[in-house]
């Protein structure tokens, strides 16, 4: 136990020093020397008025080597299909999206960076119902002519004021706009239902480019859209050439910055962390009711509730403030991150002690049992660093998806191990119903072990596969069902392990013979007959209560 406090104690210090990094729905990302030639930078639900801004600080790429008219580099966005199915992202992630021709009909707009003209060229493909905001750059040679009727007119203005201390240096400014015809740089509004073609410019500073665009999306437009960057050149096999950028991502639907799918969180936390809490309040009535076959592993129980509860509700707050501001307030993270790496360990842990039998019916631990303590445990504070390290790194960082890796296989080890006690439990109780003269008894006991055996796998399978399965089918605004249902079926999960292991006379868990001494006295007593009709007091357990217990 003293090294899952260690490990609890660095991983808190662990959770503070990551936190600071995470910016929620405003997203930073600076990546050095990178070689991937896709880059997930968010998936994020929008609505009607919803808007969408990148910015773009910073580019270097290797200029000399590389032909970008055949393969390209800059941004992609596009919308997933009616069930939450990306619907380019999983055709072929070894192809370039730049290069590709649309294959369905949902919206698709490309930014595509010309390193040489410095431009960008906005290409949106099928039906749009966007609104592009964004710099346009527009070519010299066709605006000269308005250069120069604004340059006479210019003329005629400074005749008029020609006693004017400024006149010399108004005179010189029509010369210079057409002595230097370069591009004209103007800032937008562009339809993309009707224009499909749009060419931004691209501000150039040394050897960095940067640029940037707002899309605002219409009614037609609402959907769940990924935003990508790309470097085609290295899509090519044996090619990892590396590049750096900087880019700041701003996400906003009309009433605050989380995701369509996430509006209703906030409240959907508070709500079900009030059931919990009531939950816990009646745990506890029951525990001060039945006293006298009350458990440490009951207490710990109500310690499980009751912190599920406060992480429910930390992470109602947490969302509040990211829908309000952008990102999260670290002290209300932090409290948090600290509930839910409790609740986690305590879950585990009440479920494995539950499985052994401690405390209901021994004090001690077998060797193996130990081992198994010594292994979740670990784990389940390594499931819950992985998850904070997920939660405050952005997914175009290459170690966001070896952390979800990490805390994927952690999570399943930990599920399969915690089954293991209750499987020797059974086993042991089979022997045991076939050998010692109690079958009636112990058959009781295999059947509750069996029933927890059943709830156990179905929470697992449930809660890991059913619900992820259904949140990739429902439509990108009912995909807060998942946390609903992963919320609901915890509750029934608790209320059912609670019910079987309530503290009460008529448990059959409860009924068996505290140790094996006991059991051997009372069958000593019984065949010498010689103290018939005695009574006996025997001291329980627990040590609070003595029954009496006739001798035949």
Not at 298 to 324: C, E, G, R
Request: proline residues 3%.
């Amino acid at each position: 136990m003293a090294v899952g406090h260690r490990v609890c104690f660095v991983a808190g210090f662990l959770f503070i020093l990551l936190l600071p990094g995470c910016e929620a729905r405003i997203h930073k990302l600076t990546l050095t020397n990178e070689i991937r030639h896709t880059i997930d930078l968010n998936d994020f639900g929008f609505y009607a008025n919803g808007t969408l801004d990148v910015y773009l600080h910073s580019l270097q790429v290797p200029e000399t080597s590389v032909d970008f008219s055949k393969y390209p580099v800059g941004f992609s966005l596009s919308r997933s299909r009616v069930n939450g199915v990306l619907s380019y992202t999983a055709e072929d992630l070894k192809k370039c999206l730049l290069t590709q021709n649309a294959t369905n009909a949902e919206p698709l707009i490309r930014f595509l960076i010309n390193i040489k003209n410095q431009s960008v060229s906005v290409d949106a493909v099928n039906k749009q119902d966007n609104i592009l905001i964004a710099k346009e750059k527009v070519e010299a040679d066709k605006d000269q002519e308005k250069v120069k009727r604004d340059s006479e007119q210019q003329s005629k203005n400074q005749d008029k004021s020609a006693e004017h201390q400024d006149k010399r240096s108004d005179d010189k400014k029509p010369e210079q706009a057409v002595q230097n015809p370069e591009a004209v740089n103007v800032t937008g509004t562009f339809n993309l239902s009707s224009r499909h073609h749009v060419t931004l410019d691209l501000e150039k500073n040394g050897s960095i480019y940067s640029f940037s665009f707002r899309i605002r999306f219409g009614s037609e437009a609402e959907g769940l859209y990924s935003l990508k960057f790309h470097y085609c050149r290295n899509s090519e096999p044996g090619f990892n050439e590396p590049y750096s950028f900087a880019v700041e991502v701003r996400e906003k639907n009309p009433h605050g910055f989380l995701s369509a799918a996430e509006i209703p969180l906030p409240r959907l936390y508070l709500y079900m962390a009030g059931v919990f809490f009531i939950a816990a309040l009646v745990w506890v009535y029951n525990l001060m009711k039945h006293s006298y076959s009350v458990f440490k592993i009951h207490w710990l129980m109500a310690a499980l509730a009751f912190t599920k509860s406060m992480s429910l509700v930390f992470h109602s707050i947490n969302y509040y403030f990211i829908n309000t501001k952008g990102h999260p307030i670290e002290g209300w993270a932090i409290m948090y991150y600290i509930t839910h790496l409790l609740k986690g360990a305590l879950l585990f842990i009440t479920l494995a002690l539950i499985g052994t039998g401690w405390a209901f019916v021994k004090y001690i631990l077998s060797d193996k049992e130990k081992k198994i303590f010594m292994i979740v445990i670990p784990l389940q504070v390594l499931a819950n660093v992985a998850y904070i390290i997920i939660e405050s790194t952005e997914e175009g960082s290459s170690e966001y998806y070896v952390w979800k890796e990490i805390l994927f296989l952690v999570d399943l080890i930990c599920c399969g191990a915690i089954l293991f006690p209750v499987v020797w439990s059974i086993r042991h109780l089979q022997e045991a119903s076939s050998t010692d003269g109690k079958a009636a008894m112990n058959l009781e006991k295999l059947k509750l072990f069996r029933h927890y055996y059943v709830m156990i796998v179905c929470y697992i399978y449930f809660t890991r596969i059913i619900a992820i399965l259904l949140k990739f089918t429902m439509p990108f605004q009912w995909q807060w069902c998942y946390e609903f249902l992963v919320e609901v079926s915890t509750l029934i999960f608790f209320v059912l392990t609670g019910y079987k292991f309530r503290p009460a006379s008529n448990n059959p868990y409860l009924q068996l013979p505290q140790d094996e001494d006991d059991v051997e006295n009372d069958e000593v007593v019984t065949e010498s007959g010689a103290l018939e009709g005695i009574s006996k007091v025997k001291k329980t357990s627990n040590g609070r209560d003595r029954q009496k217990e006739s001798t035949l």
